[in-house]
Nanobody
Framework: QVQLVQSGGGLVQAGGSLRLSCAASGGTLSTKTIGWFRQAPGREREFVGLISHRGGITRYIDSVEGRFTISRDNAKNSVYLSMNDLKPEDSAVYYC????????????????WGQGTQVTVSS
């Protein structure tokens, strides 16, 4: 059973950058689409973006397009979310998640989740 372990995150000023990592243990990520989601207090968990199993396909929500980049290194069994030009509205707990089933933005399609990591952007 694959487990996802997240690292990175923290507090940054608006306009700053952070990189989140999502590493797998107990199995390989190389066959899985990885999605990134975020959840702010009092809000639904929101799809942020995804990367296909070989990295050839990425998708992002409009509000992060051009600022966030998802990449992966299957040799390191890891996926990354690089976030630039961060805004206060990006503050949330960020989750990575894995699925064997296509490229869905629907969180219910993902069966393995990381523990979440807090990102706080101050104005």
């Amino acid at each position: 059973q694959v487990q996802l372990v997240q690292s990175g995150g923290g507090l940054v000023q608006a306009g700053g950058s952070l990189r989140l990592s999502c590493a797998a243990s107990g199995g390989t990520l190389s066959t899985k689409t990885i999605g990134w989601f975020r959840q702010a207090p009092g809000r639904e968990r929101e799809f942020v973006g995804l990367i296909s199993h070989r990295g050839g396909i990425t998708r992002y929500i409009d509000s992060v397009e051009g600022r966030f980049t998802i990449s992966r290194d299957n040799a390191k069994n890891s996926v990354y979310l690089s976030m630039n030009d961060l805004k206060p509205e990006d503050s949330a707990v960020y989750y990575c998640a894995a699925t064997d089933s296509g490229w869905s933005p629907n969180r219910h399609g993902y069966d393995t989740w990381g523990q979440g990591t807090q990102v706080t952007v101050s104005s």
